[in-house]
């Protein structure tokens, strides 16, 4: 340094005198290569004597002492921490870092922390390394540039002779720090310069958002592991396990397996069929199918459930014919039949009204003696029910009692607004009655629709009777229920009742809609009371409601 003060300005003075044969714009190459020769000597001089220092054990007070005149900079610091990278060196280059980074006026940067990094890992001494990978992923937690710093391991990995474990670390900092999806979108950039995790860091980071309780994200990143080829261990699947329970998921799985096998499955099958159907329920079909095929390749999951997942893709794609041929490819294989395939077909006629073909595939699978289960009913009493065939839709609820089965909302609610059309609410009330005492939880929708069909025969007692029993069954009746109620009283003739009852629902803090406004304006103009009609109109407009009446 002393040298170089000496000759800098003598350059100075001699660029001057030579003015005239130098200029700003094309500066003499000779003088810039020697003054970048010079420079380098200088810092080359530093470096050695800093590494020698270090080697030899000096304190921190010798060395600040020593060195008190050298201002350090980046790449003289980075220089010293690739001096010292080999092993032997590694805690001599943890020590020059922390001297460093109290130095006046210096701070260290991204890549000094990453040399750092990856001197520790190649040393084993992973305590220090993690500490060094907390640290600066925590100072540039808000850096917009979140590739930052597995940047600079990567530009940094050749000249510190690293190994691949510093980016398993990376990822496992990232889990540990609460960053994950930072840290998956860390290990797909990874993965496109040929670094891939090992099973312990896709452990680590499931393990970690599981906790979190960000379920969907751990579904992603077990599929992600599996396309990538990182298998599931016991500790993976033991987590995915966790994972269903906390959705809520698990029985739903291990029910639809049952149809499936017949047999009680492992985790590993629970876990990785449960995969495949939820990429089919969002539609996923080819995704499904590459990792379907991945599976069977590593004995991941059983044939029989691969052709029933093949036939479920099939027939999510519409592709009926397709899905048959693989049914009987794989009855000729030996396998046999299963309810789930059955309720697959009976799905996809009933979806496009095709009735008839539906019953008759219901009556094939109890002539194999296959158990139909409480989805193959439901859909057959919604299928009845869209088709007209009230009668056959009533007896398939029937024959879900006879089996201690109850039918879920959406179909017998199906069923209800049909009968309710047809002028049958007596019977749908029956059925709703009988299902009651089986456990049968009714939705503000059954009341609404059970309320609307007295409405239609204007039968108070059996409107308010259902209103008062909605409220008694703690529903707390929505926009959907009073409204249904106000129509059905304003049809009624009972416009004071409906009143009444709108001002509850005010009470209650809900808001009327303009469908009620225009229920009441109507009414009260049928009825030849045009100031009361008046009355709601303006309300209505004052609430910035456009009446359509």
Request: net charge neutral; glycine share 4%; aromatic share 8%.
């Amino acid at each position: 340094m002393l040298l170089l003060s000496r000759i800098i300005p003598s350059l100075v003075s001699i660029s001057v005198k030579n003015s005239s044969s130098l200029s700003v714009r094309s500066p003499n190459p000779v003088l810039a290569e020697f003054i970048h020769s010079v420079i380098k000597a200088e810092h080359d001089t530093v470096v050695n004597s800093i590494c020698d220092s270090f080697r030899r054990g000096l304190n921190w007070d010798s060395l600040t002492q020593k060195f008190d005149s050298v201002q350090l900079n980046d790449f003289i610091v980075e220089k010293v921490l690739v001096d010292l990278k080999e092993p032997t060196d590694a805690k001599r280059a943890l020590a020059f870092f922390h001297w460093s980074a109290r130095r006046k006026k210096f701070a260290h940067g991204i890549q000094s922390y990453c040399i750092t990094i990856h001197i520790l890992v190649r040393a084993q001494l992973l305590m220090d390394a993690r500490a060094l990978l907390e640290s600066v992923l925590n100072k540039h937690a808000g850096n917009s540039l979140i590739l930052s710093v597995v940047d600079s391991l990567l530009n940094s990995y050749k000249i510190s002779s690293s190994t691949p474990l510093v980016f398993d670390l990376l990822i496992q900092a990232y889990a540990k720090l609460r960053m994950f999806e930072v840290a998956f979108e860390v290990c797909r950039y990874l993965e496109k310069h040929n670094f891939f995790l090992s099973i312990i860091s896709f452990n680590t980071l499931i393990h970690v958002v599981q906790k979190s309780n960000q379920i969907p994200l751990v579904w992603k990143i077990y599929e992600h592991m599996i396309q990538k080829r990182a298998y599931p261990n016991e500790v993976t699947i033991r987590t995915m396990i966790t994972a269903l329970c906390k959705e809520g998921q698990l029985q739903k799985y291990v029910n639809i397996l049952d149809r499936i096998h017949g047999k009680k499955c492992s985790p590993s099958v629970i876990v990785n069929t449960s995969l495949i159907l939820r990429m089919l329920e969002d539609r996923r079909i080819e995704d499904s199918m590459v990792l379907l095929k991945r599976m069977l390749q590593k004995n991941m999951i059983f044939d029989t459930m691969a052709y029933s997942l093949i036939v479920h893709a099939k027939v999510e794609l519409g592709d009926l014919e397709s899905a048959y041929n693989v049914y009987e490819e794989m009855l000729r294989r030996g396998f046999q039949a299963n309810p789930f395939i059955s309720t697959l077909f009976i799905r996809a006629h009933c979806k496009e009204g095709r009735i008839e073909e539906a019953h008759c595939l219901m009556q094939e699978m109890e002539s194999m003696g296959l158990k139909p289960y409480g989805e193959t009913f439901d859909l057959l009493i919604e299928g009845c029910a869209k088709a007209g065939q009230l009668e056959e839709s009533l007896s398939y609820c029937e024959k879900m009692l006879e089996r201690r089965l109850v039918p879920s909302c959406w179909a017998f609610n199906e069923m209800v607004g049909k009968l309710c059309e047809k002028g049958d609410v007596e019977q749908a009330n029956a059925m709703l009655t009988i299902l009651l005492d089986k456990g049968f939880l009714p939705t503000e929708v059954t009341y609404s629709l059970l309320i609307e069909g007295y409405g239609k025969q204007c039968d108070i007692d059996g409107i308010l009777k259902l209103y008062y029993e909605s409220e008694y069954r703690a529903l707390s009746p929505g926009l959907l229920l009073y409204t249904s109620l106000i129509r059905s009283l304003c049809l009624c003739g009972k416009l004071a009742e409906a009143e009444k009852y709108l001002r509850i629902m005010i009470e209650r803090s809900l808001v009327p809609t303009v469908c009620i406004y225009d229920t009441l304006i109507e009414s009260y103009y049928k009825k030849g009371d045009r100031k009361r009609a008046l009355h709601y109109r303006n309300e209505m407009i004052s609430q910035g409601l456009e009446c359509l009446v």
